[in-house]
T-cell receptor
Framework: GEDVEQSLFLSVREGDSSVINCTYT??????LYWYKQEPGAGLQLLTY?????DMKQDQRLTVLLNKKDKHLSLRIADTQTGDSAIYFC???????????FGSGTRLSIRP | KAGVTQTPRYLIKTRGQQVTLSCSPI?????VSWYQQTPGQGLQFLFE???????NKGNFPGRFSGRQFSNSRSEMNVSTLELGDSALYLC??????????????FGPGTRLTVT
């Protein structure tokens, strides 16, 4: 069935790069997303990638997709305290109707 | 453009009662989806509405229902509330599929507490 997995926690030093990893099981996933959730808030769409792409860069964010291994990663360059949040990896299919979310990775920043 | 709005933001109900949550999508978006977020189960898809019709449904009991109006606003109803229904209910909107429609934008959520 559909499953998206990510590690629960990541701690990085301010100014370093953060890399959040995700694996998914369904190879027919068409759209792959990264969402950010800050305390008490909804989900903010950070970026997305189509399954026919390998990489997407958007300012400090770089998404890498390894379709063979069903592995998605999000790299945040020059991590700042404002990047502290929970990051959700998510996938959907051609209809983009239903999104399957991972459990979220809590990113904490050390001074 | 205004984002997705949800009302109310917080709600406390008693077991056995029913509740209605409201969602107004981004202007021009015709699709509205609902998700439930709990610490134990994470984010789970409830259903999606497009042009007043339910297009997709998640694995939730019939106590969870929804509808969409002609102006694309959507409501979600939960009847006979149980303690386990306590959650953050998130609404998301997207544009029509023919113009992309793969980006779902979420509202701030309604925090429902059942006592």
């Amino acid at each position: 069935g559909e499953d998206v997995e990510q590690s629960l926690f990541l701690s990085v030093r301010e100014g370093d790069s953060s890399v959040i990893n995700c694996t998914y099981t369904d190879s027919s996933s068409t759209y792959l997303y990264w969402y950010k959730q800050e305390p008490g808030a909804g989900l903010q769409l950070l970026t997305y990638i189509f399954s026919n792409m390998d990489m997407k860069q958007d300012q400090r964010l770089t998404v890498l997709l390894n379709k063979k291994d069903k592995h998605l990663s999000l790299r945040i360059a020059d991590t700042q305290t404002g990047d502290s949040a929970i990051y959700f990896c998510a996938v959907s299919y051609s209809s983009a109707s239903k999104i399957i979310f991972g459990s979220g990775t809590r990113l904490s920043i050390r001074p | 453009k205004a984002g997705v709005t949800q009302t109310p933001r917080y709600l406390i109900k008693t077991r056995g009662q029913q509740v209605t949550l409201s969602c107004s999508p981004i202007s021009g978006h015709r699709s509205v989806s609902w998700y439930q977020q709990t610490p134990g189960q994470g984010l789970q898809f409830l259903f999606e509405y497009f042009s007043e019709t339910q297009r997709n449904k998640g694995n939730f009991p019939g106590r969870f229902s929804g509808r969409q109006f002609s102006n694309s606003r959507s409501e979600m109803n939960v009847s006979t509330l149980e303690l386990g229904d306590s959650a953050l209910y998130l609404c998301a909107s997207r544009s029509h599929r023919t113009s992309g429609g793969y980006e779902q934008y979420f509202g701030p959520g309604t925090r429902l507490t059942v006592t």
